[in-house]
């Protein structure tokens, strides 16, 4: 069953094309992520594989050490545990569909969006607690140069 509903979180919009959270099975979304647009930390997912493929513009998609530039067509996947991020370098707003298994559900997008749309920066404390309740976990900062 599809969805007309758009979640706006910041300026990223997601439209639930399959929630799978009532029979724990996958979802898939719909991700329109415009050029230059604040995405979520690089993070993993304790219990979720998650497949990423682009259907217009261009989107860096990073998954533990590879760093691909995926185009139209072109997808990456998530195992369980990786550490993975994305954003849009290009001039055009970008256009993927994400399949989530079992699926974190939709209620995850509108708890985000309820701490990001608040104006001025998010509550970073705030935005943790919401990826924690759903299993997911921001990467640590990458650490500094020793100093010699």
Do not use: C
Not at 118 to 139: E, H, I, K, N, Q
């Amino acid at each position: 069953m599809s969805s007309s509903e758009v979640i706006k979180a910041g300026q990223l919009e997601i439209r639930y094309l399959v929630d799978g959270t009532a029979t724990g099975g996958l979802g898939v979304f719909e991700l329109t992520l415009p050029p230059g647009a604040n995405v979520p930390p690089p993070h993993s997912h304790r219990d979720n594989e998650e497949f990423f493929y682009v259907v217009e513009g261009s989107v860096t998609y990073s998954v533990d050490a590879e760093t691909r530039e995926l185009q139209p067509g072109e997808w990456m996947s998530t195992p369980r545990g990786s550490v993975h991020g994305f954003r849009n370098g290009g001039s055009q707003t970008a256009r993927a569909l994400v399949v989530l298994t079992p699926d974190i559900g939709a209620a995850y997008f509108r708890e985000v969006a309820a701490v990001v749309n608040v104006g001025g920066p998010p509550d970073r404390a705030a935005l943790v607690a919401v990826m924690s309740r759903y299993g997911l976990t921001p990467a640590a900062p990458p650490q500094a140069a020793a100093a010699g």
